[in-house]
């Protein structure tokens, strides 16, 4: 949108930004809004951003300009704080100097192996975006386009993966032991755990296990919270009786899941926790939280990984027993 249409002011110019090879570029479609999807042209850490910009002069109408200049920005908007845009990396490039557009002028534009050290994100209360501006300015109002890319991060965590395993319970009422195969999962894998009931005696009608993504945002005291369950998945119906053992199996890939993202610019983060709940003939709800770290692979969207991946995280080939 541009400054001159917040005003009523209708602009002689149109600008279009267009990036170089999007066409054969891998497209990443993203909920940006409720009940609206875009796609966004995906690059990734150090790969340069190249384009044109294409300003058509409308009606034949010559328009004097104080300069034209395009940016790279990337920048995190918190949504409590509207006003102010966290630009964490700009650069910029002059187009043309002062002067008159009389008609219709293309102009080339290379940011040349940029550092894009955080992945895109649109959150409940957060949006990292890395996007092209340009900005023709003029004296009434500066006449300013943007459009937007997706980033996609592949840094590895650093935590180690180990097992995860507790024993949680009520005393002389109810005692389980839960175990989960890894405490960090890539994007598309499998969660694959079980739960062993060591003490029973309420009567438990049904358990679930559920994914929530925890978005916090800013800093004490104006830190905001937001819990979302991504999925709700129900491992056993009726009563278990003691010595019982309830196998999990949860596949990741069908959901939108982002990677953990840990004190981004120190902004915000993201976290995934698995959430176990028990729930008995009378309501009661009982649960347990357990943080895993997810993250994302380059082999998973069609790139070469940079490492060789752990044993536990190659991708699993299935093939078919061989005929009699």
């Not at 966004?40 to 034949?60: H, M, N, Q, W």
């Not at 999990?248 to 926790?273: A, H, M, Q």
Request: hydrophobic residues 35%; aromatic residues 12%.
């Amino acid at each position: 949108m541009s400054v001159a249409s917040l005003f009523g002011m209708s602009t002689p110019l149109d600008v279009d930004i267009s990036y170089a090879g999007e066409e054969s570029r891998k497209q990443v479609e993203v909920k940006v809004e409720k009940d609206r999807r875009e796609k966004f042209p995906l690059y990734l850490d150090g790969e340069s951003v190249a384009g044109k910009v294409t300003i058509r002069v409308k009606d034949g109408k010559k328009v004097e300009h104080n300069g034209i200049k395009v940016e790279f920005i990337g920048s995190i908007e918190l949504f409590y704080d509207r006003g102010n845009h966290y630009e964490f990396l700009s650069q910029a490039q002059e187009l043309a100097a002062p002067g008159e557009l009389r008609s219709t002028a293309s102009f080339d534009f290379l940011f040349k192996n940029i550092e894009k050290q955080y992945e895109s994100y649109h959150g409940i209360n957060v949006k990292l975006r890395y996007f092209v501006r340009v900005t023709i300015a003029r004296r009434m109002a500066d006449v300013i386009k943007e459009r937007d890319i997706w980033v996609y991060s592949y840094r590895m965590p650093t935590d180690l993966n180990n097992s995860i395993k507790m024993e949680v319970g009520i005393e002389d009422c109810l005692h389980i032991e839960f175990e989960y195969n890894r405490s960090r999962y890539y994007l598309k894998d499998v969660i694959v755990g079980k739960i062993y009931f060591l003490l029973v005696r309420i009567k438990i009608r049904h358990m679930e296990l559920s994914i929530i993504r925890r978005e916090t945002t800013g800093a004490a005291p104006n830190q905001y919270n937001e819990s979302e369950t991504i999925t709700k998945f129900e491992i056993m119906d009726g009563a278990p009786v003691r010595g019982e053992t309830i196998p999990i199996r949860l596949f990741l890939g069908g959901f939108e899941l982002t990677p953990t993202f840990r004190d981004v610019n120190k902004k915000y983060s993201t976290r995934y926790y698995l959430n176990l709940v028990l729930i008995d003939e009378e309501n009661r709800r009982y649960f347990k939280q357990q943080e895993i770290t997810i993250f994302r692979r380059k082999i998973d969207d069609g790139f070469p990984p940079d490492e060789p991946l752990p044993q536990e995280e190659q991708p699993q080939i299935q093939t078919a027993d061989a005929p009699a």
